[in-house]
């Protein structure tokens, strides 16, 4: 085969009218389909690339929530439901048992730590063990008074001493087993003898009364219905055992502090009224002795007509009986009024003492309201110092005790007061007027009637108030007999045999859930920095490279064999490659151009071999030039010897006969790299070079060069410049983006045309699916078609 060598245009000039560099973005309709809205098909193709860290993530985070699942006990809840008995009717009495709290307080009061410390201190819930099993050891123990809390350690020794140390070291206290234990610690506990056996040990720890009653009551419930008599207490544990018998004790020591408080505040009241009653009786006896000394003193006195009894008996003269009506009457509304202003001016603007009205029985007699008031107050206050035993001052309902109370004693009554004062001094200006129009007509009368008349009704005034109370009084101890709790239980608490909540298994699947999320956040990051090229957009959006052609991934067996139906795709995928490159020129020019790569093991060498090899096999005259003169291999692939080769032509004049050599397959010609030399890359960029360029493409169909990498320095710039044209190969998940992107922004400012990136080693399917086909020959006739060269790994297509 006869290559003339013909004079050339200098390295950079070019014969091809396309336009330099990388043209416009404009990715194909494969690569705008995947970057249109939410990259689902990328994301998915990082989950697999790391499903090996994903599982090794959610592995570990299923380890933990594991763990922390056994860690997290079942809740169980007991129930118990009491009736709440309404109370007496209206009509029952002034002293009818009426209910003892609101529904409102009913949950305060379970609250109450007069409740719930009895509770703690009969079931020992302050205490814990080591152990379940030592309990026990502490079945007859007792929290003190002066109990002091700590986590403590009893050491039995073989002489059958005991050591009781504070946590394990300080020893508070030592003694003979069979004595009381920790009675210094606030401890009542005096275990068996027997029991402790010499060498035992028991960890336990004590917390105090009042923390363990906040523990319990955060655990409780208390529901009352607005309308209803029903009360439900539930209570949540980790045994339900144990928390249906905490609840059955509560509910029990519930009952019998509530029937106590009912039974206090009657007694209060009644405590109350037996001191009304005494002081009534008092100034009863002492006024019916007053009557009897004025009847024993004016008994042989002449007297206008004295009353037979009690119930004053008129006169014979209508007009004198009027009189000494008139002028009794007079008399005593001027004594109420005094004593009344008297109990005002002692008050100063303050309480008025409502015993104080027990010495004016009159005006209770005849102010009902003034009556009214003053049992109200007594009332209120019994209730009061019975809501002060077991509430403290600033619970609400005892607030609002105190503050009706205060208000009875300062507004009311004394309101009150100054009105019953104001009908008294009208209903004297009246009787005065009507006394002294009669005056003169009866001035001769003696005034002892009136007085006698004024005592009699004093003695009935007093009478009367007297029979009130004692009535009263009567009805309170009648009502103390037969008094009834307002509470009594409906169902008692059972222990439960469900658990209400179980967060074990939903901490599990949460920590599963949480663990694959942070395992994909994870994998999508480490995708996000990936700097390594893996996704077609990132060829075309972020390098500006139009897709030329894909190779699929080749992955030999142990004997260097492929399958059918994957060497029908390489095949299938450089017949495409050949057809895009084809149609990038002119169709009566000859296709001249250089692969390239931004590093080693992107498949250059492979790429220019198989391409050069699908040109040959449609008949094209093809030229393959191995232009990596540092570690060119193409020679290899082909079977043949490295010498004479391309540094000889360049280098040494050696003619370009020489050095074009013939391979097995027709149509194709291979110049191999030549001899490596030291000053081999300073070839590349003479007039030679581009002379050889020339000559081959009057001589060729197609002319491929097979460049060193960007990486390697010049060489590939140089051997693309003389082409005119180059084609860029990235390796999926091997080739560097900001490496490519800075070797290519050099190929910008260069006359040559980047015609695409040849994507190499993609895997079948996924984001790559858009560039493959399915379609291929039937297995007998692909295995025919293609052959795998053990050398290189290069493709044989027929």
Request: net charge positive; glycine share 6%; hydrophobic share 40%.
């Amino acid at each position: 085969m006869s290559v003339r060598i013909t004079p050339s245009p200098a390295v950079g000039e070019s014969v091809e009218l396309a336009p330099y560099g990388r043209g416009p973005n404009q990715p194909d309709w494969a690569a705008a389909l995947e970057s249109s809205g939410i990259p689902w098909a990328r994301y998915i193709d990082a989950l697999k690339r790391h499903v090996i860290l994903i599982l090794g993530v959610t592995l570990a985070g299923s380890a933990l929530g594991l763990l922390a699942a056994r860690r997290v006990h079942p809740v169980y809840e007991a129930q118990s439901k009491l009736w709440i008995d309404p109370g007496g009717s209206p009509s029952s009495g002034p002293t009818r048992t009426q209910q003892l709290l609101p529904a409102t307080s009913w949950n305060e009061l379970m609250r109450s730590s007069a409740i719930v410390e009895p509770v703690v201190r009969k079931l020992r819930l302050n205490l814990s063990y080591a152990k379940p099993g030592d309990s026990i050891f502490f079945t007859n123990f007792e929290s003190l008074p002066s109990l002091r809390p700590g986590a403590y350690l009893l050491r039995i020794s073989l002489a059958g001493l005991y050591a009781l140390s504070a946590g394990k070291d300080t020893v508070v206290e030592r003694g003979v087993v069979g004595d009381s234990i920790g009675r210094k610690l606030g401890f009542g506990w005096a275990p068996d003898a027997r029991m402790l056996t010499p060498g035992r040990t028991l960890s336990f720890s004590v917390s105090t009364l009042r923390n363990a009653d906040a523990n319990l009551t955060r655990a409780v419930t208390v529901s009352t219905p607005d309308d209803g008599q029903f009360l439900t207490v539930r209570l949540t544990g980790s045994d339900p055992q144990q928390t249906a018998r905490i609840l059955n004790v509560w509910v029990e020591q519930f009952l019998k502090s509530a029937d106590e408080l009912k039974k206090r505040h009657l007694l209060e009241f009644k405590s109350i009224l037996s001191e009304q009653l005494q002081q009534t009786q008092s100034q009863l006896q002492a006024a019916e002795s007053e009557l009897e000394r004025f009847r024993v003193n004016t008994i042989t006195l002449p007297s206008g007509g004295a009353p037979n009894s009690l119930a004053a008996q008129p006169t014979s003269d209508p007009s004198i009986a009027g009189y000494f009506a008139q002028k009794d009457n007079l008399a005593q509304v001027q004594s109420e009024r005094m004593g009344l202003e008297r109990l005002i001016a002692n008050a100063k603007g303050g309480a008025i003492e409502p015993q104080s009205f027990l010495l004016l029985p009159s005006i209770l007699t005849e102010a009902p309201q003034l009556r009214a008031a003053i049992d109200e107050l007594s009332s209120r206050q019994a209730a009061l110092r019975t809501e002060k035993q077991f509430l403290t001052d600033a619970n609400p309902r005892v607030t609002q005790l105190g503050e009706t109370v205060h208000k009875l004693q300062y507004e009311t009554i004394p309101q009150i007061a100054q009105e019953v004062l104001q009908t008294l001094r009208m209903r004297e200006q009246d009787l005065t007027t009507q006394v002294q129009s009669s005056s003169r007509e009866l001035r001769e009368i003696p005034p002892r009637t009136i007085e006698e008349l004024r005592l009699v009704r004093q003695v009935a005034a007093i009478e009367s108030l007297y029979g009130v109370l004692k009535s009263r009084y009567q009805e309170v101890s009648l009502a103390e007999a037969q008094i009834r709790p307002d509470l009594s239980v409906l169902d008692v608490a059972a222990p439960p045999l469900y658990p209400s909540s179980n967060d074990a298994p939903r901490l599990l699947v949460l920590a599963i859930v949480a663990s694959v999320a942070i395992a994909a956040a994870i994998a999508l990051f480490r995708d996000r920095i990936d700097p390594r090229f893996r996704y077609p957009e990132q060829a075309t959006h972020e390098l500006g490279l139009t897709i030329a052609g894909t190779v699929p991934r080749l992955r030999p067996s142990r004997h260097g064999e492929l399958q059918v139906d994957l060497l029908s795709q390489v095949v299938e995928s450089f017949r495409t490659l050949r057809l895009a490159v084809r149609y990038d020129f002119p169709p009566d020019s000859p296709v001249v151009l250089s692969v390239s790569s931004p590093s080693a093991h992107d498949g250059k060498s492979l790429v220019s071999a198989n391409l050069a090899l699908a040109f040959a096999s449609s008949g094209h005259k093809t030229l393959l030039i191995d232009g990596d003169v540092r570690r060119g291999s193409l020679h290899d692939s082909f079977g043949m010897k490295a010498t004479p080769g391309l540094v000889e032509c360049l280098g040494n004049g050696t003619e370009m006969d020489a050095v074009v050599k013939p391979t097995g397959t027709d149509n194709l010609f291979l110049i191999p790299r030549g001899t490596r030399a030291i000053k081999s890359p300073e070839l590349l960029v003479s007039a030679r070079m581009n002379a050889i360029v020339q000559a081959a493409r009057e001589a060729f169909d197609v002319v491929i060069i097979d460049s060193p990498p960007f990486i390697a320095g010049v060489d590939a710039y140089a051997l693309g410049a003389v082409a005119g044209n180059i084609l860029v190969v990235l390796r999926q998940g091997v080739s560097n983006r900001k490496l490519a992107a800075a070797k290519l922004a050099i190929v910008d400012r260069l006359p040559v045309r980047i015609l695409g990136a040849v994507i190499n080693g993609i895997p079948s399917g996924g984001l790559y699916r858009y560039y493959g086909s399915d379609y291929y020959p039937a297995r007998n006739s692909a295995k025919k078609a293609v052959t795998l060269s053990k050398t290189r790994g290069m493709v044989v297509g027929a």
